[in-house]
T-cell receptor
Framework: DAGVIQSPRHEVTEMGQEVTLRCKPI?????LFWYRQTMMRGLELLIY????????DSGMPEDRFSAKMPNASFSTLKIQPSEPRDSAVYFC???????????????????FGAGTRLSVL | SQQGEEDPQALSIQEGENATMNCSYK?????LQWYRQNSGRGLVHLIL?????REKHSGRLRVTLDTSKKSSSLLITASRAADTASYFC???????????FGSGTRLLVRP
């Protein structure tokens, strides 16, 4: 298996521009997570999906951020308009969630992509 | 904060020595996991310990969990230069499927 695939690996853009980050989860996985990593704040969960449905978006910082998962093999994270403080490494991760409502037996072992390093000038 | 604390923030040891990293948390958990992150890469799952377990081993890794103290430790024995990385603990709480990651420990193993 190719693992979780993210694109682009690096993105440099100017303030005010729209940025779209892409993620292809591991085939067969039904949960997908978007994280942001910075030196100051560490690894923050932005949003996660289960069976393509957003379950928890409480970590999405502002309305400028949006995420979609149109099918089981693709997700996007969009920032519009981008700001310099959005500069960070964005990770996508996937896992296989078994059982009802991810009960006690569902461990949630996550597999991460290589990340997208975003620089907003 | 739900993140809890990891200590030390940074650790430098000689190759062959053991490395111990600690993780504390505040709320009850379903399981606790440890991940490694090499520079410029994504996180990689290392080991998982459930709330009803006290110790687990995987190769040179040993994880302990003390739910009464809400703490866990990761021991890497006979360290190698290739173990140089950041190590994160992550908690899955009973009340939610998501993981809460700690701030990480940066480990440097000197050849």
């Amino acid at each position: 298996d190719a693992g979780v695939i993210q694109s682009p690996r690096h993105e440099v853009t100017e303030m005010g521009q729209e940025v779209t980050l892409r993620c292809k989860p591991i085939s067969g996985h039904n949960s997908l997570f978007w994280y942001r990593q910075t030196m100051m704040r560490g690894l923050e969960l932005l949003i996660y999906f289960n069976n393509n449905v957003p379950i928890d978006d409480s970590g999405m910082p502002e309305d400028r951020f949006s995420a979609k998962m149109p099918n089981a093999s693709f997700s996007t994270l969009k920032i519009q308009p981008s700001e310099p403080r959005d500069s960070a490494v964005y990770f996508c991760a996937s896992s296989l969630r078994m059982g009802l409502a991810g009960g006690p037996s569902a461990p949630n072992i996550q597999y991460f992509g290589a990340g997208t390093r975003l620089s907003v000038l | 904060s739900q993140q809890g604390e990891e200590d030390p923030q940074a650790l430098s040891i000689q190759e062959g020595e053991n490395a111990t990293m600690n993780c504390s948390y505040k709320t009850s958990i379903n399981n606790l996991q440890w991940y490694r992150q090499n520079s410029g890469r994504g996180l990689v799952h290392l080991i998982l310990i459930r709330s009803n377990e006290r110790e687990k081993h995987s190769g040179r890794l040993r994880v302990t969990l003390d739910t009464s103290k809400k703490s866990s430790s990761l021991l890497i024995t006979a360290s190698r230069a290739a173990d140089t990385a950041s190590y994160f603990c992550a908690r899955r709480m009973d009340s939610s499927y998501k993981l809460i990651f700690g701030s990480g420990t940066r480990l440097l193993v000197r050849p």
